[in-house]
């Protein structure tokens, strides 16, 4: 096996800001990936006793592989394939009866650190499990060259994935020569922990469980939730949040919507770094969007180690700092650029455009066109702010989004819509009626809003963690974590170890 070194872009699977979030919130995602992949690293070599650059040994017994999957599973006569990149950790197995975890792979690549660490596999070393992570169809390595060209798309969906798991539990099986007695639970957060369910409602004869974190099981195309939760975040004196806070932001962008309506776009343009001149309507969604990503990456992903990055840090800064609201948010966006060493802000949406047109597929990192894709076809998931408890500017509407999807992808905004209502059709939106799957979320994260909150059934069943963000309970423990998030992880393992192994 290779050396452990920094894998960029995999760990605990991210959903995207989708189309009109700027490049801040990008970058957002981007050092908090490197992070997880760092802390990960870390980890993983104290579990090894190696330091981080030494090999695995043969003993660790961690296999990197790759599984043929049929590229349409629903057209037999369709002879095209590609090759599913699939991590194995059979260290904590034990033979032949121990449960399979089966760790499932989203919008990002996976690395050998799915299988290496995290709470799953923290549960895996307890009962003995077999570790699997299977990298999603589209993503990482899981791609054919020619993936991303529009006519290749069309066999990236939720229910390709599904099928998908369900070949590899077939392949699984046969390798390992797996009976009935071999339990199989699977583990997944965000787009992922969506899946983790779906897979359990429609094969409930192949996965045994499910634990769902921070998953959007409610497909829904205007997601004015997303920023009714940062505004209530932001207030939320558990995180660092207060009323002023709150008050402040909204202030804040509450003058740039007047600055916009009156046309000082070269003001804008000069107090937030724009690298080029603000041209028309997109460029000035791109601009506020962008904004509004300082502060809804900190809600969604806070305290992960990005320098005034959490609520609290933030709000102190609205709140605390001289100067008008505004002057406050121009200073918040020069540290924000000036903490990933950026000069400026590219806010020009032409170049968004170039960008998701881009075809060349990388192995590493979050696939934006495929994702942007998923959220035309299947997902909606497109973040407003035209509910009066909304923050930021009045110009994040849902026109953008769906425009994108039609340059993009020549994909009508009807038939976005009616991509949505069939995916809560097909799976059962937030009340999917499955069983043994546990649905775990953090109350300030924004997509909790779209995720099963309160139990179904005996066995359908929710957790909601107070004071926790986006995937919180799916990183391993640490001694700094918060109380809730350390109550939390041991119901899960109970739930795991004692009522479903």
Excluded at 335 to 340: E, Q
Aim: proline share 4%; glycine share 8%.
């Amino acid at each position: 096996m290779g050396a452990l070194k920094l894998f960029f872009g995999a760990c605990l699977l991210l959903l995207l800001s989708v189309t009109q979030a700027g490049r801040h919130f990008r970058l957002f995602r981007q050092y908090v990936l490197q992070q997880r992949e760092e802390r990960a690293m870390k980890e993983a070599a104290l579990r090894l006793g190696l330091s981080p650059h030494r090999p695995v040994p043969r003993s660790w017994h961690l296999i990197e592989t790759t599984v043929r999957q049929p590229l349409d599973h629903f057209n037999r006569q369709n002879p095209r394939t590609f090759d599913q990149r699939v991590w194995v950790n059979e260290k904590y197995w034990r033979r032949p009866g121990g449960p399979i975890f089966l760790f499932i792979g989203g919008e990002s690549s996976l690395s050998m650190f799915d299988v290496l660490t995290g709470h799953h596999v923290e549960l895996a070393e307890k009962y003995g499990a077999l570790v699997l992570a299977l990298e999603h169809r589209f993503y990482g390595a899981s791609i054919n060259p020619d993936g991303l060209q529009d006519q290749n798309l069309l066999f990236l969906s939720s229910q390709q994935a599904l099928s998908d798991l369900a070949s590899f539990h077939w392949y699984v099986t046969q390798k390992y020569a797996l009976t009935p007695n071999n339990t199989w639970i699977c583990f997944g957060g965000s787009y992922p922990g969506s899946l983790a369910a779906w897979f359990r409602l429609k094969f409930p004869h192949l996965v045994f469980a499910a634990v769902s974190s921070s998953a959007p099981v409610r497909a829904e195309l205007d997601f004015k939730g997303y920023n009714q939760v940062v505004a209530e975040s932001l207030s939320n004196p558990v995180v660092g949040g207060s009323k002023e806070c709150r008050a402040a932001v909204a202030e804040a962008f509450s003058t740039v919507d007047s600055l916009i309506h009156a046309g000082q776009l070269e003001k804008l343009a000069g107090d937030f770094l724009s690298c080029k001149p603000l041209n028309g309507t997109t460029d000035l969604v791109d601009l506020v969007s962008s904004l509004a990503d300082i502060f809804m990456g900190a809600v969604q992903y806070n305290d992960e180690g990005i320098q005034g990055g959490s609520v609290a840090g933030l709000c102190k800064r609205m709140v605390n700092q001289t100067g008008s609201p505004y002057q406050r948010l121009v200073a918040v966006n020069k540290g924000f650029l000036d903490s990933f060493g950026v000069k400026c802000m590219d806010n020009c949406h032409e170049d968004s455009l170039k960008e998701l047109r881009d075809t060349n597929s990388t192995m590493s990192g979050v696939g934006v066109r495929q994702w942007v894709f998923q959220t035309c076809t299947e997902f909606g998931y497109y973040q407003t702010c035209e509910d009066s408890s909304c923050v930021f500017s009045r110009l994040m509407s849902l026109l953008p989004d769906l425009d994108t999807c039609q340059e993009i992808f020549n994909i009508s905004r009807e038939r976005v819509q009616e991509a949505v209502t069939f995916t809560n059709e097909y799976y059962g939106a937030d009340h999917p009626k499955a069983s043994r799957v546990l649905f775990v979320n953090g109350d300030i994260d924004p997509w909790h809003a779209l995720s099963v909150l309160k139990n179904q059934s005996r066995s359908e069943l929710a957790l909601l963690i107070n004071g926790t963000s986006h995937c919180a309970n799916m990183m391993s423990s640490s001694p700094t974590d918060p109380l809730p998030l350390v109550q939390a992880r041991k119901q899960i393992g109970t739930q795991v170890g004692e009522c479903w192994n």
